[in-house]
């Protein structure tokens, strides 16, 4: 093989390959003397650089030139340096950056000087995005660390620390948090990063604070298209912008993420002008530390309120005590007088004290600071629950806690838990319910705190002597319950404030019904039908009052027998269905099963009694021939 031949195909081998070969000459800006053709991977043809179109400093990344520069004019000057390695960005003919690293020997002629610089650039942006993810990674930990212990810090301070961390995680130069209104109609900007505000000329007096989302542009789509939306070329013209006003910060690179709390936006994080084009992992950074974020602010609200519920409750028993002893010297001084006389045992003298209006005052008085207690100890009870919830994250109930609801108990379990409360006003539960309830696979236990929920709230808005309407349907796929009380009108404007756990407008403040969803339970009830794929919502009753809604997604027939085969398989003392088609062995071997586990949890042991042997094969005998599928009846037969 001629030397030729081999050259060539040596050359095509390396120009194949993605290690690039360089030769710079020692004058300024490093001119090429030589490059690999395999530079395409960036974009540039090698003749480019060989017909002097470019030098090599061309192409450096702006805020590396000086570095490189100050490396390659180092090791020059140390005579017996021979080479270096360094690291540094490049700017791409079709748009990215991307990251090199240079291994470079310095070739100097013999006076000592240098001659020319050869050596090899190999691209190293993923290895060197795999490491600014696990440093971002943890310096997205770290803050929403942070973010958990500053509880004793004002709301403001945590969330400018948030929004300060969102603008450098993702590595901006500016960003906003904003605070949507519950309806979603308005955001209300809470504050701009410090190098907005710097950069921004517009005077602090003459800043917009509420944007009407109807009227906003580009910021409005957080709310209109309800995802994270990003603009790597912001000043190319699109039909969601409307423009900024003079003065306003110039962005040429622009992001926003909205952050849910179930099915309502409660957060907009937005950050821009970041150098490199923003991506999917800055959405996730973001997503992650403002769902921190709204964590903590619901947390500490929830917290500053039940203290505050405390102190309420602590001032009614100081309040009860002291209307118990004013009774008590009533008493004392009544009977004191009473026995001046020959008549102290007269009945009449107990008839004219039941008369007595000083008396009945002090008694109504009691009343009145237990029925307030009470309903304060009930706030402070759900807004515990509301916090329980947080603490555990929705959506996390086991798929083994949901079977196929059983509505008739469900609700008879319902009734005994408000019965007395009911009484206490002499209120009415009507309960209109169909005669066969359809199949809803769900969490018992949770439909149960729902609809409990849901008849208390109804209670609490009921007049002395009122009704209730329990009643529900299927329309469209769901099985509807309405809870429907005839007491004080729902003011239309607090309806979107239902089922939060807390609105925050902006500056540290809150609506003035902002725990409203938390102290009634109302916003535990939202998470657990969330659980379920289903809806709740509140409206106005014409005839006054208000009706409260849930939504339930009724299981097909499929459904319910995948359900049912996948319990079976995870339980081994799973009961089996009507409609099972199983091995009777298998059926008689599950029975026993479960009713030798039974025996063994009600009498803490197997019992010897051959009573109690006989009725448990009855039971056994009983289970099996119940749930025989009728083609296996035929078997058995």
């Not at 209307?323 to 009533?330: A, C, G, I, K, L």
């Not at 849901?454 to 609490?460: G, I, P, Q, R």
Request: hydrophobic share 35%; net charge negative.
């Amino acid at each position: 093989m001629k030397w030729s031949d081999s050259r060539s195909e040596l050359e095509y081998i390396l120009n194949s390959g993605p290690v690039i070969i360089f030769r710079f000459g020692a004058a300024s800006g490093m001119p090429v003397k030589y490059i690999s053709n395999n530079i395409i991977q960036f974009g540039y043809l090698a003749e480019e650089f060989n017909d002097y179109r470019y030098s090599f400093e061309n192409i450096i990344y702006r805020d590396d030139l000086e570095y490189v520069r100050e490396q390659f004019a180092h090791y020059s000057q140390i005579p017996d340096a021979f080479g270096f390695t360094i690291a540094y960005r490049l700017y791409t003919k079709f748009g990215p950056i991307r990251w090199v690293e240079q291994r470079t020997f310095i070739i100097r002629n013999k006076d000592g000087n240098v001659d020319y610089y050869q050596g090899l650039l190999f691209d190293i942006t993923d290895h060197r995005k795999s490491v600014e993810e696990t440093a971002l990674n943890i310096a997205r930990q770290e803050a929403l660390l942070k973010l958990k212990k500053m509880g004793g810090r004002s709301f403001s301070e945590i969330i400018d620390y948030a929004r300060e961390e969102a603008v450098s995680l993702t590595k901006s130069r500016v960003g906003y948090i904003a605070f949507p209104t519950p309806d979603e109609s308005t955001m209300i900007m809470h504050s701009w990063s410090k190098n907005s505000v710097k950069e921004c000329s517009i005077d602090k007096q003459n800043r917009p604070y509420i944007y009407p989302v109807h009227r906003t542009g580009l910021w409005g789509e957080a709310i209109r298209q309800r995802k994270p939306l990003i603009i790597n070329d912001y000043k190319s013209p699109s039909s969601l912008k409307k423009g900024f006003p003079i003065g306003h910060v110039s962005l040429y690179r622009y992001m926003h993420v909205p952050i849910f709390d179930g099915d309502r936006i409660v957060i907009v994080i937005g950050v821009g002008n970041k150098e490199t084009d923003y991506d999917e992992s800055d959405v996730l950074h973001l997503t992650l530390l403002m769902n921190g974020l709204w964590e903590v602010l619901q947390k500490k609200r929830m917290e500053e309120t039940l203290r505050e519920r405390s102190a309420e409750l602590s001032d009614h028993y100081a309040k009860l005590r002291s209307m118990s002893m004013v009774s008590r010297e009533f008493l004392d001084d009544f009977f004191m007088r009473t026995e001046k006389f020959d008549d102290a045992k007269d009945p009449s003298q107990y008839l004219r004290l039941m008369g007595d209006e000083v008396f009945l005052m002090s008694y109504e008085q009691q009343q009145n600071i237990i029925e307030e207690g009470l309903l304060i100890a009930n706030r402070m009870q759900h807004l515990i629950d509301s916090m329980l919830y947080l603490s555990m994250g929705s959506g996390e109930t086991p798929s083994s806690k949901f079977t196929i609801v059983d509505f008739k108990n469900l609700y008879e379990r319902v009734f005994l838990n408000t019965i007395l409360l009911l009484r206490n006003k002499d209120v009415t539960l009507e309960r209109h319910l169909p005669s066969v309830y359809p199949q809803v696979i769900g969490n018992e236990e949770g439909l149960e705190m729902v609809f409990t929920t849901l008849v208390e709230n109804a209670y609490l808005n009921s007049p002395v002597g009122g009704k209730i309407i329990l009643e529900g349907n299927v329309v469209g796929g769901f099985f509807e319950v309405r809870v429907t009380d005839f007491g004080s009108d729902l003011d239309e404007s607090s309806l979107p404030y239902l089922f939060q756990s807390i609105t925050f407008v902006g500056s540290g403040h809150f609506h003035s019904n902002n725990l409203e969803g938390a102290e009634s339970g109302l916003y535990v009830a939202k998470i657990i039908i969330q659980e379920h794929n289903g809806f709740v919502s509140g409206a106005r009753n014409p005839k006054g009052g208000s009706i409260l809604i849930v939504k339930l997604p009724v299981a097909s027939d499929k459904e319910i027998q995948e359900h049912l085969a996948q319990n079976a398989s995870s339980d081994p003392y799973s009961v089996p269905q009507p409609g099972d088609r199983l091995p009777i062995e298998e059926l008689f071997k599950r029975s026993m099963d479960t009713v030798s586990r039974d025996f063994r949890h009600d009498n803490g042991d197997v019992s010897e009694d051959p009573g109690d042997e006989t009725k448990g094969v009855k039971t056994v005998c009983q289970t099996v021939i119940s749930n025989l599928h009728p083609e296996s009846k035929e078997d058995l037969k």
